[in-house]
């Protein structure tokens, strides 16, 4: 086998090393009605072209069709600087950096990282990354439950991702006696404010808003963190496409207290929805209880600047069942992505990129609305995606499939997708790498469905 | 390693000061902050709940790598907590019977230092091996 | 450092750079179609930079990690084995990257399948009935292997309160027990590094959702009893849960199924040999017996008329753990590994891996005390209590450094007082073995005669012994211009 070293001499000599004549007179730690009665039932194993080969054939019959899908996992166009930066073994071999002195290219890599998405959230500190956008909110609502202790309620607008929901009710399940309550959005597609202001109460937590929500909708944030502020709860913010912060608000600025985002956006393929990584920013009052790696600046022996993983004692390895969370690492390697993709973007780069999504969005909801008769569902603002809806959103978007392009996500296609009649509901993602002849071809084939 | 006379120690490595006003200081030992080494942060009880009987969970205390409990040597309601100590953990490592003091409680018993050690005693119980 | 210079720390990015600068060309969007009030005013703080300083920037940072593929890892509980590099070229494919979580289910064929096939030999490998490749994480799929514990357990009548763990388990274990809601209750380990069933017993009564096991454990040692506390654990209607952190000693030696286990996770990061990236990107599957497979996180991908397709609609479901299906470019990169082994692969990888482990474990007793004698499995774990001139731990492992290898997993488990792990896996021919035993050694020689020496270790690293101290007493965990020094 190509991946091993030792040759029959070399086992040889380790065998007589040991003392022993061969391999299986280790095994026999292995109590014999313990050992597997038979050789493993897999596939010979084969050389790297036939893998290649193989591969190749997976790989080809899927179908990439031009698209319009994004909901949570987005396509962009991205430097090739990306790519061959997350190609260098150093990074992409390294371990967890427990040894700081030879992994200061990993923690300062991360230190970035963290200010971006600090900078990025508009909050004080962030953690160095968590495994994607879901299991973030569902963190930072246990961390909403640990700091207002005894709180017990939960309000999650029904504009937050649902599979962010969902994976945060999983997370949720057997962990004492907390309630999740859905606000429903009003017609313009903002989470109500008059039903959320009723729900208030002094045993509510956390108050979660998607933002943008999952329509694509800038929701009032300002108007959630004003209403937590008064029971005294958090305000927690929830992006899926994360390009928007580049151009809206801040989650701080808006009053936030705990910001969470996927971070696939910002440098990450789409790659079948994984993957991801996992943004979490908050206030600098929650830092104890931020979960996840924390790296910072510190000194050497010598009084030269370096990093370290740090804080340490809030995590498993130390707290045992006490920890904050039972996440282990981050996902280093896609947030190094992340943060190669916002240095290119910069300052300026990264809002042009933004404008440019949300005036191409915007160009194709029009030309929708105008050309097929298919005006977004909601008035409110959005950022580059938008809802339409069709009669029969299940036969109209496998015509458009037919036809070769994918206009969309069907929300009814969606686990804990809201039942608020909108199951034919179709939501429209445009990125900068949507052409004008993807819109040409969606905007035609939109209209002959809808006649069909 | 300092054993002040006018503190009483617990077997926790903990110590109590009583004060003119009837009211008991708590810290931990000089052999406690050695034990622990470089301390990094300290968690003090929220002002909000403050009546905690004795061997309750009182403070943790991180250093790098570890985190220990302190509990409560007495019964009673904290009324003061040390608030410098957040922006210097290390006061704790320097000056364990003075600045690095943890809080100040109202014992509801009317002997909270019953049963407790004089520095003497404290020294040969360390000097045992803690 | 690239060829020996040394440049100094490097700068943040948040340092470089030049107002004007970017790093990417993009058309003019043309007027904001949002009102005014809705946007940040700037973004402040962020660097302007070209491409080729971003490009120099990371790459002089890679040059100042160690890394598995330039560098021997021995660190105990990790298995940093060779990372193929076949496995990038083929989770890179365009069909791959380029697919669409949500496009329709006929489009996606090539990726289903590929998921259906790694499956299956996880089903193999493990001698359980299913697999959910959701999980983005060892941790994760604890986190849902417990949650599928307590489930289990509710449909049972009530969802019980403790969950057994010994005391050498990874500290992942009481952390996901606690996330769902469980006391822990802590198995002693004997002297010999190891469980016994009546240790376990001890604990059992009808409060005992379950025991959560490692095996081999931590000490590297296979847990002979298994069987017997699988058992016992049933008897008193409680779920066992293995932790498969160290499956890499397993292949074609023995499977979970078969030793009583009901639910394991693997981590294809250590066994299947996708890369650690410095952290993550990971993936934990969980493999579960057939009686708990209705509960496994959903979606799950059934197969009709020969398409496969994902099935919501799963009543008994934990639910999901992450967005979408999993870390899906991580799954790809262990399929290609398990592709290429094949079964007789595998099966060698695993008794190469444990002769490698004995041979260093025989080259080093004399130097390094062994805290438990005689064979172990795919890892060794050695004490500090041989080294003289007062070397701790940690010591060697900053001294470690110093001869260019990483330093091996130290104090851990927690039940060995200075504990230094050691996991050559596989991939390490018998020179770099020796090299290594050599190097350890030496420094055991050096504690001896220049103690100092190896107490102001690292010496030749990129940067001296760090604060750690300085770093969580005030810690400064985001870039500011005012505090840069």
Redesign the interface.
Known sequence: ??????TPT??S???A???LES?DE??V???A?????Q??????????A???E????????????P?F?G???Y?RDV?S?V???L????????????????????L?????F???V???C?L???N??L?????ALAEAV?LSLRVGRGRRRVLMSAGV?P??R??T???L????DTEVELIGLDKNGRTDADLLERALGDDVAAICTGYPNFYGV?DDLGTASRLARRCGALSLSVTSEPLAL?????PG?LGADVAVA?GQGLGL?????????GLFAARQQY??QVPG??????????G?????L????R?????????T??????????A?AV??F????????????A??N???A?QLAERLASEAGLAPVFSA?FFNEFAIEVPDSKHW??NC?QHGV?PG?RVA???GSCADGGENRVLVTVT?VNSDADFDLLVSTARQSMAA | MEFPDDVYYTTEHEWLRLEDDGLVVVGITDYAQEQLGDIVFIQLPDLSDVVLSKDEQLAEIESVKTVSEVYSPISGKVVKVNNDLADGPEVLNEDPYGYGWLVHMEPSDDDPTAGLMSADEYRDLVSEGG | MSAGVDRGPEKTVFEKGSPGRCGLDLPEPGPLPLDAKLLRADLEGFPEMSEPEVLRHYLRLSQLNYSAAADFYPLGSCTMKYNPVVNDKVAGLEGFVASHPYAPIELVQGNLRLLRELEEWLVEISGLASVSLQPAAGAQGELAGIKIMRAWHEDQGKPRSKVLIPASAHGTNPASAALCGYDCVVVPVGDDGLVSADAVREFLDDEVAGLMITNPNTLGLFEPAMGEITAAVHEVGGLVYMDGANMNALMGVARPGDMGADILHVNLHKTFSTPHGGGGPGAGPLAVTEQLEKYLPSPRMVEKDGKLDWEYDRPDSIGPVRSFYGNFGILVRAWAYMKACGGDGLTEVTRMAVLAANYLRVRLEQDYDLPCDGPCMHEVVFTDKKLEGGVKTLDLAKRLLDYGFHAPTIYFPLVVQGAIMIEPTESEPLETLDEFADAMIAIAREAREDPGKVKSAPLNTPVARLDETRAARHPRLVWKAEESA
């Open positions: 086998m190509r991946y091993l070293p030792h070399d086992i000599h380790m065998l090393t040991v003392g391999v280790l095994l730690q292995v109590p009605n313990l050992r597997a009665q050789a493993l039932g897999l596939p010979d194993g084969c050389p790297e036939e893998v290649l193989r591969a190749g054939e997976l790989s080809t019959s899927n179908s990439i069709l698209s899908q909901a949570g996992c396509r430097s600087v790519s061959a930066v190609s260098r073994a150093e990074f992409a071999t390294a371990y967890t950096p427990y040894q700081p002195e030879v992994s200061q290219g990993t300062q890599a991360c230190f970035e963290q200010t971006y600090a900078l990025l508009g004080d500190v962030a160095a990354s495994y994607d956008g879901a299991s246990l991702h599979a962010y969902a994976v009710e999983t997370y399940r057997g962990s004492g800038i580049g151009l809206l608000r801040s600025e996927e393929p789409i790659s079948y929805g994984g993957p991801g990584v830092l104890r790696r924390l790296v910072g600046e510190t000194r050497d022996s010598n030269r600047r370096g990093y370290v740090t804080l340490a004692t995590e498993q390895h130390i707290r045992r069942e006490r920890a969370s039972n996440i282990c690492t981050n996902q280093g390697l896609a190094l943060t190669t916002l240095g290119l973007a910069g300052r300026k780069g990264l809002r042009k990129l404008a440019l949300t005036a191409r915007h603002p978007f496998e499939v994918v996500v296609d969606l686990e900068e």
